[in-house]
């Protein structure tokens, strides 16, 4: 996270007094930077981009369906969520 913070921030302020004030070194950072990004890193930004893609396409009006679970009520009985 910190080094994230800093990427984001480096054409507002100098990398290395970002770095002094998150107490991590320059260097830790540019290895960071020079790293692939990771499988796990990869699958996140896609699952974010369908949701953003689902929430954007989505009709705005046309109401969700309601989940209906079967037998999770009161005597087996199905109920809405």
Same mark, same amino acid.
């Given at each position: 996270?910190?080094?994230?913070?800093?990427?984001?921030?480096?054409?507002?302020?100098? #990398?290395?007094?970002?770095?002094? !004030?998150?107490?991590?070194? %320059?260097?830790?950072?540019? =290895?960071?930077?020079? &790293?692939? +990004?990771?499988?796990?890193?990869?699958?996140?930004?896609?699952? #974010?981009?369908?949701?953003?893609? !689902?929430?954007?396409?989505? %009709?705005?009006?046309?109401? =969700?369906?309601?989940? &209906?679970? +079967?037998?999770?009520?009161?005597?087996?009985?199905?109920?809405?969520?």
């Amino acid at each position: 996270m910190r080094f994230r913070f800093i990427e984001d921030r480096r054409a507002d302020y100098p #990398v290395r007094f970002m770095c002094d !004030v998150l107490s991590v070194s %320059p260097a830790g950072y540019y =290895a960071w930077r020079a &790293r692939p +990004e990771s499988l796990r890193a990869v699958a996140n930004r896609e699952l #974010v981009d369908d949701i953003k893609r !689902v929430h954007r396409d989505w %009709p705005l009006w046309q109401p =969700a369906r309601p989940c &209906r679970v +079967e037998g999770s009520g009161p005597r087996g009985q199905s109920r809405s969520h």
